[in-house]
């Protein structure tokens, strides 16, 4: 294994449409590492011979996207906080011979939500939050931590949202409410999270009624493709205030570039001004 080479990639099927190479493309850029940061599309039944080849090759780590997070999280051989919590990982780094799994998720939302809406955002009131999948378990840690009084999960599987309460030692602050029951999720709520890929480019809609929602409340979604996605875009116009997914996407990458190349690097506009700009094809 040589140290001197900084590699690193993104361990996708499908992976052609990650912004992930031009995020830590930029910041090997600004901080001056020679080094490189690639797609790596790999099937389902290839994963973990590809992870065990990676560090001989050279690779520091890797970011782990769908649909390997919980491939990623039974195959490492240490885990982070985040990752046993959520039983899922973004994140590989190789060291000492070692697969270390994180989920770096966690503290992507937690900072895109302080930075976009506030230290009382989670805190503030119940949040509602649309999805039971592993996304949805890394935003529910880190509500949970920074203190939402009372989490409403709302899934269209009502199967999946027991499991998720289960992982989480079935907390009171832990409620489930019927998909479709708007009235019921949204009245009183003071945030509300998509975790759904609802919305999303080549996706269905997200179709569901603002309402109830109080007009002080705040309203995220961690699609970023369209950045304005349909539930921003209703959102803004009712007078709430929104956050797009780009600021979770830029966040979860810091603490992933900085163990594996020993900088951490920063969020800047100019960063978001740049993937911006790739979203727009450019
Ligand atoms: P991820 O790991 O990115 O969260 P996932 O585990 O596939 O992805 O979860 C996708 C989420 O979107 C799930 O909550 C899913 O609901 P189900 O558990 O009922 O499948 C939700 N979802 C996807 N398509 C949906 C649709 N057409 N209507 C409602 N919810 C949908």
Redesign the pocket.
């Given at each position: 294994m040589s140290a001197s080479v900084n590699l690193a990639g993104v361990i996708g099927w499908p992976i052609s449409q990650s912004l992930s190479p031009r995020l830590h493309g930029y910041w090997l850029n600004k901080h001056g590492i020679k080094g490189a940061y690639v797609a790596l599309p790999v099937r389902p039944e290839d994963f973990g011979q590809v992870v065990a080849a990676m560090p001989l090759m050279g690779f520091a780590g890797a970011s782990v996207t769908?649909p390997h997070?919980e491939a990623a999280f039974a195959l490492a051989q240490s885990l982070d906080e985040d990752a046993r919590a959520t039983g899922?990982v973004n994140t590989l780094v190789f060291e000492n011979g070692m697969v270390k799994g994180l989920n770096t998720d966690v503290r992507g939302f937690a900072a895109s939500l302080m930075e976009q809406l506030g230290s009382r955002a989670a805190s503030a009131g119940p949040v509602a939050v649309l999805?039971?999948?592993?996304?949805?378990r890394a935003i529910v840690q880190a509500l949970l931590r920074a203190g939402a009084p009372e989490i409403r999960l709302v899934?269209?599987?009502r199967k999946?949202t027991e499991q998720l309460v289960a992982t989480f030692g079935s907390s009171a602050r832990l409620q489930i409410r019927d998909?479709g029951d708007w009235t019921g999720s949204l009245g009183g709520a003071q945030l509300l999270v998509n975790?759904?890929?609802?919305g999303m480019t080549g996706?269905?809609p997200l179709e569901i009624s603002l309402e109830a929602l109080p007009r002080t409340a705040a309203v995220a979604d961690i699609v970023y493709n369209p950045l304005e996605t349909a539930l921003l875009a209703a959102a803004r116009a009712k007078g709430h205030r929104t956050m797009d997914g780009l600021g979770m996407l830029m966040h979860q990458a810091v603490p992933a570039f900085a163990s594996w190349f020993g900088v951490t690097p920063e969020v800047t506009p100019e960063l978001r001004a740049e993937l911006v700009k790739a979203l727009s094809g450019a």
């Open positions: 769908v997070k899922a999805g039971a999948g592993g996304a949805a899934n269209r599987t999946r998909w975790t759904t890929s609802l996706k269905a």
